[in-house]
């Protein structure tokens, strides 16, 4: 399987607990997106990589999140102290660059959901 | 003002109807432009590129128009499998990927 790869599928977790989500993007894809999504919302950016920068970071995003991605492929999201508003599906995505400027379309693992409790 | 926007839904419309989408974005810098399907509790599909020149795949027609930042989806002869969640997707000058909040459809028969 080649597509996007998001471990854990589901998480449970008690309020106050670190979590921790990996995302394994196309191998030949540059960048890599974070977002977080709600019932009857669209898929909100968390913040997106460059390789191995991270580029931005939404102003939305507390500290108690941070992400990862240290070689250029593999990235990690942790999310410390959780908090019941915390609980969303946490989705991956990965693109490359487009010859003549922009993205070609970005493909998504199957997400982590999260419920905090 | 959200950098992207979609029309508000629910639509609700009988199999076999035509049914528009619109979607408005604040950054002129924006380079690339797609329309994506999202199912309940999946993740969101790539449905078609949105190009300069409108582009068209079966039933479905995406037209672009950078002067107003402006994208249409435009949905031909509605089947019962085109309920969906459709989002609106535009990368801005910084390639970051921004999401609209979505447009349900509901095709009834």
């Known amino acids: 399987d080649t597509g996007v790869s998001q471990n854990p599928r589901h998480k449970i977790t008690k309020r106050g607990q670190n979590v921790t989500f990996r995302c394994d993007p196309i191998?030949?894809?540059?960048?890599l997106y974070w977002y977080r999504q709600t019932l009857g919302q669209g898929p909100e950016f968390l913040t997106y990589?460059?390789?191995?920068?991270?580029?931005?970071k939404s102003r939305l995003l507390s500290d108690r999140f941070s992400a990862e991605r240290p070689k250029g492929s593999f990235s990690t999201l942790e999310i410390q102290r959780t908090e019941q508003g915390d609980s969303a599906m946490y989705l991956c995505?990965?693109?490359?660059?487009?010859?003549?400027?922009?993205?070609?379309?970005?493909?998504f693992g199957q997400g982590t959901r999260l419920t905090v409790v | 003002r959200k950098e992207v926007e979609q029309d508000p839904g629910p639509f609700n419309v009988p199999e076999g109807a035509t049914v528009a989408f619109n979607c408005t974005y604040s950054?002129?810098?924006?380079?690339?432009f797609f329309w994506y399907r999202q199912d309940c509790r999946k993740e969101p599909k790539l449905l078609m590129s949105?190009?300069?020149s409108g582009n068209e795949d079966g039933r479905f027609t995406a037209q672009l128009n950078r002067a107003s930042q402006y994208i249409s989806l435009l949905i031909r002869d509605s089947k019962l499998s085109d309920s969906a969640t459709y989002l609106c997707?535009?990368?801005?000058?910084?390639?970051?990927?921004?999401f609209g909040a979505g447009t349900r459809l509901f095709v009834k028969a």
């Open positions: 995505a990965s693109t490359s660059i487009r010859g003549q400027g922009g993205n070609t379309e970005a493909f």
């Open positions: 191998s030949e894809h540059n960048r």
């Open positions: 990589f460059q390789n191995e920068a991270q580029l931005e």
């Open positions: 950054n002129s810098a924006s380079q690339s």
């Open positions: 949105v190009y300069s």
């Open positions: 997707v535009v990368t801005g000058g910084g390639f970051k990927t921004i």
